[in-house]
């Protein structure tokens, strides 16, 4: 592999999207036992990124998703990801809660720093994955918190 370029968020190379999201989803599933993570990702998409850009986005979502659920007995993400043109379409769903009443109708507003429902919550998760998605030339599509939580994003290759 030749080596893209660095900015401080690893190296960056073409990268097989579903090799870096099965390392992401077998960590998580030792370690939370309520966790089953489905991913849909062709194994033929490769992305110039950095690992670095997936560790970041998505152990902040499924920490969530697991902080926001962990009283249930088993939680199930579905992790869709595709490739169109230059961008990665992402779908990110969990079988949980969904958003607290107070993000239901402004759900955008869990992307500001320092927004969180937790009492001992810092607000920060949501937007590292928003200021990391949008590094890269992408952006946030929709949010919606009604029956579990949808996470609808696009990343780009600028880094």
Known sequence: RDRLRSRGLGDVYKRQVNSIME???????????????????????????????????????????????????????????HKVGSLLKIVYEDSGVGLPPKYINDPMRILEVHESSRENGHGLGMWIVHNTIRMTGGDVISIDGHNGFHFNFELGEKL
């Open 23 to 81: 390392n992401i989803k077998a960590n998580w599933m030792r370690d939370y036992a309520s966790l089953l993570i489905n991913l849909n990702v062709d194994e033929s998409v490769y992305f110039e990124t950095s690992e670095d850009i997936f560790t970041a986005i998505f152990d902040n979502l499924i920490l969530n998703s697991w902080q926001q659920n962990k009283a249930s007995s088993q939680i199930v993400i579905n992790i869709s990801i």
